[in-house]
């Protein structure tokens, strides 16, 4: 089982990027997916999740219309799409595969978010 995140790096405050996470060796399509982020001293944070079909997503209030979440599962990849970024949302960004029926879950290793000038 692999979760690989990539897409993060420096960028300006109000710039954009978007981190892709693509697993492989579990079924892609039975788990919601979520990216978490942690910053130094900071608690873990639920940043933005989608069902497994992708029909529902959920997001914090601190990224809400800044941050959207998708997927593509004939791909085995999930995205999180970052614009007006802030310095706020320097943090690892993690992904995460959760199956609500099991509670079986992986993560990644995840992939680092710089917003600064």
Not at 10 to 36: D, E, H, I, K, N
Not at 84 to 94: F, G, I, Q, R, V
Not at 96 to 116: F, K, L, M, P
């Amino acid at each position: 089982v692999q979760l690989v995140e990539s897409g993060g790096g420096l960028v300006q405050p109000g710039g954009s990027l978007r981190l892709s996470c693509v697993a492989s060796g579990f079924t892609f399509r039975s788990y919601a997916m979520r990216w978490y982020r942690q910053a130094p001293g900071k608690e873990h944070e639920l940043v933005a999740h989608i069902s497994s079909a992708g029909g529902r997503t959920n997001y914090a209030e601190s990224v809400k219309g800044r941050f959207t979440i998708s997927r593509d599962n004939a791909k085995n990849t999930v995205y999180l799409q970052m614009n007006s970024l802030k310095p706020e949302d320097t943090a690892m960004y993690n992904c995460n595969a959760q199956r609500a029926r099991t509670g079986r879950e992986y993560w990644g290793q995840g992939t680092q978010v710089i917003v600064s000038s």
